[in-house]
């Protein structure tokens, strides 16, 4: 049982557009999420997080929108950069003892 | 402060055979969690050890094992290989058990191939 879910396997993006990730979840339980990003050869970095209490999170150019009713969250990139290719993974801690991980986005960013 | 390091880097086995792979935490980190990542599956958790004590262990069959030392190092192993081990394998540290979350660290991974 996938419980958290990423249905878009990649993505490809112009340079200063905006990239919009999205995840999906279906444990209600959940109520903290994190979005990772992990390069080729390197682990994945920690890049946002958003708690159940709020809808929103920015920092810089990355924003994380939660909407508990759809148990749906999206990562915003704006604008995007060459840089951000990578693979983008959402999780959420499950009794916070483990990650639960979606499988994945690709980005790419093309000048 | 170095990060967590995993060796070896790269590895390729034949089925049937068994494997060790080794995780060094972040000085001052006691818990170290490992993730095996495959394409389609993505990051699935296999096990957090945390004072050489087995915390919790995700939906993996038994020939999938781990054990950590004294020095919070830790290593695990996989016996009878089979080709559906290929897979990246992480590992996470983080100062205390059941900090899942941004307050773990990933190491670069071990990325095995079973032929």
């Known amino acids: 049982d996938q419980q958290v879910k990423q249905n878009s396997p990649s993505l490809s993006v112009q340079e200063g557009r905006i990239s919009i990730l999205n995840c999906d979840y279906t444990?209600?339980?959940?109520?903290?999420f994190l979005w990772y990003k992990k390069y080729p050869a390197e682990g994945p970095t920690f890049l946002i997080s958003i708690s159940s209490i709020k809808d929103k999170n920015e920092d810089g150019r990355f924003t994380v929108f939660l909407n508990k009713s759809a148990k749906h969250l999206s990562l915003h990139i704006v604008p995007s950069q060459p840089g951000d290719s990578a693979v983008y993974f959402c999780?959420?801690?499950?009794?916070?003892?483990?990650?639960?991980f979606g499988t994945g986005t690709r980005l790419q960013v093309f000048p | 402060k170095a990060g967590v390091t995993q060796t070896p880097r790269y590895l390729i086995k034949t089925r049937g055979q068994q494997v060790t792979l080794s995780c060094s935490p972040i000085?001052?980190?006691?818990?170290v969690s490992w993730y095996q990542q495959t394409p389609g599956q993505g990051l699935q958790f296999l096990f957090e050890y945390f004072s050489e004590t087995q915390r919790n262990k995700g939906n993996f069959p038994g020939r999938f094992s781990g054990r950590q030392f004294s020095n919070s190092r830790s290593e695990m192993n996989v016996s009878t290989l089979e080709l559906g081990d290929s897979a990246l394998y992480l590992c996470?540290?983080?100062?205390?058990?059941?900090?899942?979350?941004?307050?773990?660290?990933f190491g670069p991974g071990t990325r095995l191939l079973v032929l």
């Open positions: 996470a540290s983080s100062l205390a058990a059941g900090l899942a979350g941004e307050t773990q660290y």
């Open positions: 000085s001052g980190h006691r818990s």
């Open positions: 444990n209600s339980m959940f109520d903290y």
């Open positions: 999780a959420a801690p499950h009794n916070t003892d483990k990650l639960i």
